[in-house]
């Protein structure tokens, strides 16, 4: 149901804006996060949008940095990486969960492959 894309490499200070493909039959009111898992480190709660309450949150690690927005007519949801750091180089994957972004940081419902993040000079 759910496919991220965009990765690649970039350069400190650099941007770069991941996708994340929802199928037709994901309903919209869900929630959609954003999460990370950089190589030997425990999975991280990027951010979390819920458009059914309005509300968009984040990592403090990332806050002011990173954007999450949708756009349902295109069936996406996009995470926009700004000021990027090496500290952000991970595997970078989307979720879903039918209770929206309440306690996403625990985890959601549904989860898709992820797309490698470097940030290298």
């Known amino acids: 149901q759910l496919q991220a894309s965009g990765g690649g490499t970039v350069q400190p200070g650099g941007s770069l804006r991941l996708s994340c493909t929802l199928s037709e039959s994901t309903p919209t009111d869900y929630g959609f996060g954003w999460f990370r898992q950089a190589p030997g480190k425990e999975r991280e709660a990027v951010g979390c949008?819920?458009?059914?309450?309005?509300?968009?949150y984040y990592a403090d690690s990332v806050k002011g940095r990173f954007i999450i927005s949708s756009d349902f007519a295109r069936n996406t949801v996009y995470l926009q990486m700004n000021s990027l750091k090496p500290e952000d180089t991970a595997v970078y994957y989307c979720?879903?969960?039918?209770?929206?972004?309440?306690?996403?940081?625990?985890?959601?419902?549904?989860w898709g492959k992820g797309t490698l993040v470097t940030v290298s000079s």
């Open positions: 979720a879903a969960d039918r209770f929206r972004c309440i306690d996403y940081t625990n985890g959601m419902d549904y």
């Open positions: 949008i819920s458009d059914s309450d309005d509300r968009t």
